[in-house]
Nanobody, 131 residues
C-alpha cells in the first residue's frame, strides 16, 4: 500500500487549492480514505474521510461547505478540493488509508475520523494560506 500526496502551495486567503493523493496496492472498495492536517504545535486533525464500503463521507465542521473529497477510480487518485481558504487552514496535509474488511474494524459504521485508526500514510504536502 502506497500513498503520495501533492498539490500543496502558497495561496492567498479566499483562494483555492486542489490536493491529490495517488494510491496503489489497494482498491477503494476495501479501504477507507482520509485527509488529515497538522499545524505547528497542534495534533493531527481529521479533515475529511470517505468509505465506499459504508457509503459515508465526513468533513470536520471547520471545512464543511468549503472542502470536497473525491475519488477517481480510473486514476487511482483521491483529491481534496479546498475553496475559500482561510489562514487557519495552514498546515501540512496528509492522505491516509485503512483496510475495512478486518475483524478488528467490524465495530465501524463509517469512515474513521481519527488519525490513530489509519495504518497507511502518505508524505505530507504543505498548504500555506496568507492573509
Amino acid at each position: 500500500v502506497q500513498l503520495q500526496a501533492s498539490g500543496g502551495g502558497v495561496v492567498q486567503a479566499g483562494g483555492s487549492l486542489r490536493l491529490s493523493c495517488a494510491v496503489s496496492g489497494f482498491t477503494f472498495d476495501d479501504y477507507a480514505i482520509g485527509w488529515f492536517r497538522q499545524a505547528p504545535g497542534k495534533e493531527r486533525e481529521g479533515v475529511s474521510c470517505f468509505s465506499r464500503n459504508y457509503g459515508s463521507t465526513y468533513y470536520v465542521d471547520s471545512v464543511k461547505g468549503r472542502f470536497t473529497i473525491s475519488i477517481d477510480n480510473a486514476k487511482n487518485m483521491v483529491s481534496l478540493q479546498m475553496n475559500s481558504l482561510k489562514s487557519e487552514d495552514t498546515a501540512v496535509y496528509y492522505c491516509a488509508a485503512d483496510p475495512e474488511h478486518d475483524s478488528e474494524r467490524s465495530h465501524r459504521s463509517g469512515c474513521p475520523v481519527s488519525a490513530h485508526e489509519y495504518d497507511y500514510w502518505g508524505q505530507g504536502t504543505q498548504v500555506t494560506v496568507s492573509s
